[in-house]
Structures are given as C-alpha cells and as structure tokens.
C-alpha cells in the first residue's frame, strides 16, 4: 500500500483522507456531494498552460474557462509579468472576481519563473505540449489525444515566444475566416478547450470513466477544497487530530 498523500496545514501536516473525515461531518451534505460529483469529472490528461499573460481580465477569464470544463491543472510562465491573478486593486477587484468566479480556488495553480520550466513540467508528467499559433499544421479536430497534453498559448500581443514553440512538439491553429487576423487569448483558448475537452471525455466514456485524475489525487484534491471551505481548519484538525507530523 502506497503511502498517505500528506497536505501541510499550518505548521502540521495530515493524511488527506483524515481530513476530509474531520471537516465533512461539519459541511452540508449537498456540498460535500457537489464537490465529490465535480472530482469525479476533473481530467489531468488536458492541462492550460500560458506564457508571459500581462492583463487581469485575460488571465482570468483562462482560469474561468480551464475550471468549468473541468481542468485541474494550469500552468504559467511568469517571465516579463506575474500571472494576473489575485493581488488586483480598487475597482477592479470586483470585476476581477465576477471574470474569475472564484474559479482559482478550484485549480493547481502552478507558476513558474521560466518557460523552459513550463516545458520541462508537462515533460516531466509524460505530455505532449502543443502551441497556439496562426500558422500552426495541426487543427483542433486533428490534435492527437494518445497522451497526456498541455494546450499552450503566448502573451496576448507577441504570442508564443520562438524558442518556445520550438520546444513544442507541434503548432495548432485555430481556423479564423474574417478579416480579423487573431483572436483574444481567453478566447482562443475557450474556443480550444472548447474543442479537445469533449473529444478526452467521449473517449473516457467509452471506457466507463467521467475524469482521469488517480484515486490519490483525488483525495488530495478534495481535501484542499474542504480546507478551503473553513477559517479555523487547523484548529479543528489540531482537536481531532490532534498536532499532526
């Protein structure tokens, strides 16, 4: 038997699963339940990954999108800009939480200083990295899914950096037939979520399965979210738990 998938919280660090049995009992069972049923349906097979973002509504509306189709993985290359997400001042914070709807809280946000550390992490879980590009040979319908793989898109002006879609392992292309010569990035990764999300879950169903993440990091996930369900977690798990590893 595999070891416990462990989670810090605060200075203490507990089983997932203990987690969960000492913060459920305190939650609805309708939240409980809803949280189960969108586990259920989270796929780590398909991951966003975006490079350099620079605007707040951008950045937002890409993790809105990545959440609802039921993503659980985005990553960023914060190379000129940090990702925009989070630390957004008056007024705009409240736009920015109607364009995100909280949906970051639901992710593995992962951000990294580099792009060569972008590439290197999908590497590292066996994916194929695919770039969005205007003169890309590969189409939506056409992208491959025999493996894991990461969707990847550049900053809103400049795109894809060269070297960065020279590490990639093919240029995609979203067919446009207006004058317009690009589309905005959240939406050009709507419309590309849009499209492979739905081939990856009839191939799941085919197969019985509404989403792909393993049974451990299932847990692990569904613990993070009761955690963030509650202010004093740690007090509760210190006097259930006790003062944990």
Same mark, same amino acid.
């Given at each position: 038997?595999?070891d #416990? /998938?462990?989670?810090?919280?605060?200075?203490?660090?507990? @089983?997932?699963?203990?987690?969960?049995e000492?913060l459920t009992?305190?939650?609805? %069972?309708?939240?409980?339940e809803?949280?189960?049923?969108?586990?259920a349906?989270?796929?780590?097979s398909?991951?966003?990954g975006?490079? %350099?973002?620079?605007?707040?509504?951008?950045?937002?509306a890409?993790?809105?999108?990545? !959440?609802?189709?039921?993503?659980?993985?985005?990553?960023?290359?914060e190379?000129?800009?940090p990702y925009? +997400?989070?630390?957004?001042?008056?007024? !705009?914070? %409240?736009?920015?939480?109607l364009?995100?709807?909280h949906?970051?809280?639901w992710? %593995?946000?992962?951000r +990294?200083?580099? =792009? !060569?550390?972008?590439? *290197?992490?999908a590497?590292?879980?066996?994916?194929?990295?695919?770039?969005?590009?205007p003169?890309g040979? /590969?189409? +939506?319908?056409?992208? #491959?899914?025999?493996?894991?793989?990461?969707?990847l898109?550049?900053?809103?002006?400049?795109g894809?950096r060269? !070297?960065?879609?020279?590490?990639?392992?093919a240029c995609?292309?979203? #067919?446009?037939?207006?004058f317009?010569? =690009?589309f905005?990035?959240?939406?050009?990764?709507?419309?590309a979520?849009?499209?492979?999300? @739905?081939r990856?879950?009839?191939?799941l169903?085919?197969?019985? $399965?509404?989403g792909?993440l393993?049974e451990?990091?299932?847990?692990?996930? +569904?613990? $993070?979210w009761?955690? *963030?369900?509650?202010r004093?977690a740690e007090?509760?798990?210190r006097?259930?738990?006790?003062?944990?590893?």
């Amino acid at each position: 038997m595999s070891d #416990p /998938v462990l989670l810090a919280v605060g200075e203490s660090a507990y @089983p997932a699963h203990q987690i969960i049995e000492a913060l459920t009992p305190h939650m609805s %069972d309708a939240r409980v339940e809803r949280m189960r049923q969108v586990i259920a349906h989270r796929l780590g097979s398909v991951a966003l990954g975006l490079e %350099d973002l620079h605007h707040n509504h951008n950045g937002a509306a890409c993790l809105r999108t990545a !959440e609802g189709l039921g993503l659980q993985d985005v990553v960023a290359a914060e190379i000129r800009n940090p990702y925009p +997400l989070g630390d957004v001042p008056p007024p !705009e914070l %409240d736009a920015h939480r109607l364009v995100t709807a909280h949906a970051h809280h639901w992710l %593995d946000m992962h951000r +990294l200083d580099t =792009s !060569e550390g972008l590439v *290197a992490w999908a590497r590292a879980r066996g994916m194929a990295i695919f770039g969005a590009g205007p003169r890309g040979d /590969v189409t +939506l319908e056409t992208l #491959p899914l025999d493996r894991p793989l990461l969707l990847l898109f550049g900053n809103e002006k400049m795109g894809l950096r060269d !070297e960065t879609l020279d590490a990639c392992d093919a240029c995609f292309r979203i #067919p446009m037939y207006g004058f317009t010569e =690009s589309f905005n990035v959240s939406v050009s990764v709507g419309l590309a979520l849009g499209a492979v999300v @739905p081939r990856v879950r009839a191939r799941l169903a085919a197969e019985g $399965r509404t989403g792909d993440l393993p049974e451990e990091r299932r847990l692990a996930t +569904l613990a $993070r979210w009761c955690l *963030a369900d509650f202010r004093h977690a740690e007090a509760i798990l210190r006097r259930k738990l006790g003062p944990g590893g």
